[in-house]
């Protein structure tokens, strides 16, 4: 089954980039330490100097790189939060002279962007998907019963509590139609691991 073009999801800054950034916070350190230490600590506390507020988009943007891979962290609401932050920084940076942390600040905000969007599509997809669930759940239930009788899909089970299951979890695009889904029994149901992670990158 291809996978949706929700989860056609890339971002742009890569290893490369991660080595960069690396860099430039290290020379960075080395001439400011006092004022790297008040970019990374004070996150929110915007500084007047659009290069320190480059630093912290950056610096901010180093610290996730290890999360770049995870859905379930973009969708904590403190993390849309301090991407939001990082994009209101987004004129100021622009309009600062140019400089290597500038440019690569404005990178790292353009995937912020591309996170932001993501995260208002996963979260609108999930919602309709679940809505539209809700609202034919019954009939799904009688069309797969008819189809495949009243029996669980995995072990065949016809005596326990059957429940409709999505084949491709919606939490990874799956959407709510017949052909994605299923009748499991609450014990087959209970093992299905709904893994949640971006497929690429
Ligand atoms: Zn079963």
């Known amino acids: 089954m291809p996978l949706p073009a929700l ?4 971002l742009t ?4 980039q ?8 290290l020379k960075f350190r080395d001439t400011s330490p006092h004022e790297y230490s008040i970019a990374i600590r004070q996150y929110l506390v915007v500084p007047e100097d659009p290069e320190l507020q480059a630093i912290q988009v950056l610096y901010y943007w180093h610290k ?3 999360q770049r891979q995870n859905i379930r962290f973009f969708l904590y609401p403190f993390v849309r939060k301090r991407l939001e ?4 920084l987004k004129p100021a940076i622009e309009a600062a002279p140019d400089s290597i942390i500038c440019t690569m600040a404005l990178e790292a905000i353009q995937d912020f962007e ?5 995260r208002r599509q996963y979260i609108a997809h999930k919602k309709e998907q679940r809505r539209l669930l809700k609202n034919s759940r019954e009939m ?15 072990c065949r089970s016809k005596k326990r509590k059957l429940v409709l299951d999505h084949i491709l ?3 990874r695009g799956g959407l709510t139609e017949i052909l994605n889904l299923q009748l499991l029994c609450e014990k087959c149901n209970g093992k299905k691991r709904d893994n949640v992670n971006l497929v690429d990158n």
């Open 140 to 154: 799904y239930y009688t069309v797969l019963s008819i189809r495949n009788g009243e029996r669980c899909a995995k």
């Open 18 to 25: 991660l080595l960069r950034i690396q860099n430039a916070l």
């Open 64 to 66: 996730n790189w290890p």
């Open 13 to 16: 800054m890569g290893e490369q």
């Open 85 to 88: 932050a990082s994009v209101l």
């Open 169 to 171: 979890p919606i939490s």
């Open 114 to 118: 591309a996170i932001l969007d993501f």
């Open 7 to 10: 989860f056609n999801f890339r």
